[in-house]
């Protein structure tokens, strides 16, 4: 059988529950740095705000979004995808109704908080944590598809947005999305009718993780691979996200219009596809710790193109690069955490590293406006940022090695 055969039966035979991570993970979207930047430039002439003043005010609401994943995260080791996430999505509705209606530049960091916690935090955390729990042997391939979810997002809504903002008021278009978001709703609890607790579960499909034991968020926390895994987490989510953060400024700096620097992201989107596909396939056939290693090299190369890109065709290079790692960013580290741990407390653990991810997402953006306020250009800084994620990944090398020797080890 062929891998496009094999994973239309799979998708034909999960559809409710795939759909619904799906759903969620192009919901998250809405909370994500690659759509609210692009308003940033809306954003700061509202408020009178520099480069600068947003990235602080992004990095203050994105990091008290990262400590309340810490306790908010294992509500999904207790509740139903079905209750756990319907509530959030009313959530995140309310989040965008606060930033078409907020008129006060001291209320910002507040937006951004709800919007974070609720979109990048809450919504894409039940997604991945339902993928990871309710597959086991195909878990690479469940992540996978739930990913397009977001890639579809990507792949859409950036040139979306930037032709409606032509024709419609930007807080207007903020209204529209919390009413989508309330519709997504109807749509999920149809999709989950059948679902089972948490609880439930554990009694028939959850899996092991090292030394065949299920892995508390206490005992992970103190395990050496958990925090070699931290640099690739937050490099990836920081410095990344400052990228789409400051795509408007970017787009400045290479002399190019915002619309044209936009319309190369479908390529990325196309290359993130694809890539998540395959390393959806080989993980469910190598595992996720052989990989690891290895999914950050694109993203190294692709940084040192952002800073030398004497022309829009070298950024697209870049940006397609940027999609091949995603693709093991948005499969390989969900699938990590179940592979490594267990899925018993996937969702506590998986909070922990969420947080780690938002916090890097917050001081990406904070850190790259600051250093653009003090006259560092933002491409010199593509080039510091290749050089950590080529430190994240080396270091990932020997960790990994002994984990794979634990997980062979293992009853």
Known sequence: MSTETGYLRFIRENLPFLGAGFLLSFLSSFGQTFFISIFGGEIREAYGLSNGDWGLIYMVGTGASAALMVFA?????????????????LMLASACLFMAFNAAAALLPFVIFALRFTGQGM???????AMARWFVATRGRALAVASFGFMFGEA????????????????????????????????????????????AMAETTQSTGMYGKH??????????????????VMSFSGFGTAFWFHQVHFAEVKGWSHLALVSVFPLGTL????????YGWAIDRLGAVRLLPIYLIPYVVAFILHWYAPSLGWTALAVVLMGI?????????????????????????????????VLGSAIGPGLSGWLIDIGVGF??????????FAFAALILIVPTRRAQAALAASP
């Open 156 to 199: 859409t809504l950036p040139l979306t947005m930037v032709w409606l903002k032509t024709m419609i008021e930007w807080r207007t278009l903020w209204i529209g999305f919390a009413g989508f978001c309330v519709l997504a709703c109807l749509v999920l609890y149809r999709l989950l009718r059948l679902e089972r607790t948490p609880q």
């Open 271 to 278: 290359a993130l596809s694809l890539s998540t596909v395959g």
């Open 215 to 232: 892995w508390t968020r206490a005992e992970a926390l103190r395990h050496p691979l958990f925090w070699a895994m931290v640099p690739a």
């Open 73 to 89: 995260g294992g509500l999904a080791d207790r509740f139903r995808v079905r209750s756990l996430g319907i509530v959030v999505v």
């Open 123 to 129: 919504t894409s955390h039940v997604a991945v944590v």
């Open 379 to 388: 491409e010199v800084q593509q080039l510091g940022y290749a050089a950590m």
């Open 325 to 357: 790692a995603g693709g093991g960013q948005a499969t390989l580290l969900n699938a990590c955490w179940a592979e490594f741990y267990g899925t018993k407390n996937i969702g506590s653990i998986k909070s922990a590293a969420a947080a780690l991810m």
